[in-house]
């Protein structure tokens, strides 16, 4: 049984808009019996924060193309993507890439 | 190819004196300057603070493309152009300032659309990019490019109250496509056009593309390869992520290539090489 | 007084909506821009990308000061200006370049060096004051007349590759004198003059003092008070630092202030009020 | 008897300058009787990183008018000045201001 963690989520670069234009959420995961990897919490998000178009976060079990995921300051990529497992006040931010000049 | 300058004239070295005496830089740094070519692409929010300071910090060739004309909607952000400006051409606008300022740099305009046909021929002409663009097909149009000629790209983006900066294809580090293999949904996807943007955001994010770009010019390199650079301009932060490095599965810049010659970048992304398509729709 | 505007006009509506867009800013932000006077204080490094996007975003009037002439040494980073102004006062090359981007700011420009004798008069007329100075003596001076008139004062400075910007006087937290109650030993002061710029950091840094300024004329209010704000542009890293609170024992801002009116600067730091001396004693 | 601790120093803004120019440098200050305080590091610095004209960086036993002293990203005015006392891996950047424009 791993017990509840609390994290920080943060979205910008207009990924915020989709969560009632919050840029800062601290969330506590509940306890559950495998450690909460980054997949989990994606479901976790959808059901839990995003309250409408789905669509323009998530495609398949990922995040859509255009939205960069960093953990704890550096690019999900180099820290197993989907399969990051998830530590205590660990800081996730989801930010949409810019385009405009 | 420049003319290499042998020394500095005594009217460059009046002119630089307050960087000449900077020891990131000093005479060696600025003849580098002076030997250096870079496009601009794009003369509008990102682009005009990016020519104002690399034609008055000396760089010696310029090219300021741009297949727009000057708006009243522009000026807000856009400050190289005057209000006497409008209905002209945003790259001969942008290369008139930008000749008063220092008459001394070779100024280039291009009043074209960057497209698969010219972008190579083009961009092989300079030593450096930055990309100013304010599209999807044109931000992977520009990649694709300096990828296939090997030139490093200072690449800045502002929407709203944010900014973003990353220097591409430079020293082994990664290229747009490493980080965004698969361009977003066309629906996703907010220009300026319909969000809107605080036009101090792109100044900063401008003057920030200046400096890295003077950096790589000037031999000190830049900080900011394999990093991402985001402002935020409502709490005034800045933050530097570690990126991914260069990926050996990536389409232009990886082992096995598929993308060996420039594509249809509208058809790839799904939308038009402008960020006016849907105020058209709007209006 | 400004005269206050009812509303926008159709034209007003065309060239801010990019920025009319945005919920931080909106029709009320706009109007309050368009009520909001500020005084730069310099048209240098700083001065100039502080002008030009105050202006572009429609400041309501812009007091440009500044006693000095335009040279070609400034060119490298003072961009409003040009060529064919050198000899010309900078107030008034900087008041003509700002009017081509928007000829509806009303733009006042002061060719005169700001006093003890005319400092209250004239910040008086303001509601935000940006010090884009290059002497210590002028900061004291500028910090004691804000604090005196009850003016919000967003600095600036930049030397070599490095830039700092704080908010003083500003929502009860510090002036100026709060952090630097005596002022430096003039020989421990280096200025532009004889330490250097990269033209590319004033022009960050001024951007960013725009934009503080911006968000305390619109509303939104600034981040940067009781903070400092570094910038190095060698690694290209921001660093904000939460500074002491406004100090009770403060010569201008305290309980039992000292400073009542204001004094003699020059004789208080021991340098005169100037970039210029040093350059002076080296030629 | 207090044991040795490691500290982060940085010089900027031109303080870097009386360093031989180096920004930062991991130090250890050795054990002593009593725990490192601010003061104490001051005169440190000076036996051992300052090479030449202390007047530049000191002025009697604080630093001299001009110089910001941060803790830990803190201005040292809000930690205790030279009372505050050293923790390992501390953070201390000394900071000259700058007045050009
Ligand atoms: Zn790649
Ligand atoms: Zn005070």
């Not at chain 1, 963690?5 to 559950?32: D, M, N, W, Y």
């Not at chain 1, 309250?51 to 323009?56: A, G, N, V």
């Not at chain 1, 990529?77 to 497992?85: F, P, S, W």
């Not at chain 2, 930055?130 to 990649?143: G, I, K, M, Q």
């Amino acid at each position: 049984m791993a017990a509840p963690i609390a994290i920080h989520l943060e979205f910008g670069g207009g990924a915020e808009l989709l969560f009632e234009g919050l840029k800062e959420h601290r969330v506590t995961l509940p306890s559950q019996l495998e450690p909460w990897d980054m997949k989990q919490l994606l479901v976790w998000i959808q059901r839990n924060l995003l309250k409408e178009r789905p669509e323009l976060f998530v495609q398949g079990d990922s995040v859509r193309p255009g939205i960069l995921v960093l953990i704890n300051d550096a690019d999900w990529e180099l820290m197993g993507e989907l399969e990051y497992q998830l530590q205590d006040q660990d800081n996730i931010v989801f930010i949409s890439t810019l385009h405009g000049g | 190819p420049l003319t290499v300058k042998p020394a500095l004239s005594n009217e460059d070295i009046m002119r630089y004196s307050r960087q000449l005496l900077l020891p990131e830089l000093g005479v060696k740094g600025q003849l580098k300057l002076s030997r250096t070519s870079v496009l601009v692409v794009g003369c509008g929010g990102l682009g005009c603070p990016v020519a104002q300071y690399l034609a008055a910090a000396g760089i010696g060739r310029l090219g300021l493309l741009d297949y727009d004309e000057v708006e009243l909607s522009n000026l807000h952000r856009q400050v190289l152009h005057g209000e006497e400006n409008q209905g002209q051409a945003k790259a001969l606008s942008a290369a008139s300032a930008v000749r008063r300022l220092n008459s001394t740099v070779e100024c280039v305009p291009y009043h074209l659309q960057l497209s698969p046909e010219n972008a190579l021929q083009l961009i092989q002409q300079y030593d450096i990019v930055a990309d100013c663009s304010d599209n999807v097909p044109t931000r992977y149009l520009v990649n694709d490019a300096c990828v296939l000629s090997g030139k490093p790209l200072v690449s800045a983006s502002a929407l709203r109250m944010e900014g973003q900066l990353t220097v591409y294809n430079y020293r082994g580090g990664p290229c747009y496509r490493c980080l965004y293999p698969v361009p977003p949904p066309p629906e996703t996807v907010t220009n300026c056009s319909d969000g809107g943007v605080l036009g101090v955001v792109p100044g900063i994010m401008g003057c920030f593309q200046a400096l890295e770009v003077l950096k790589i010019a000037s031999g000190q390199g830049s900080s900011c390869g394999q990093q991402l650079v985001m402002f935020d301009a409502q709490d005034a932060r800045f933050r530097s992520i570690r990126l991914r490095p260069k990926q050996p599965g990536c389409a232009v810049c990886g082992e096995n290539a598929s993308v060996t010659q420039l594509l249809d970048y509208e058809a790839f992304c799904g939308s038009a090489a402008t960020d006016k398509c849907r105020k058209l729709n709007l209006l």
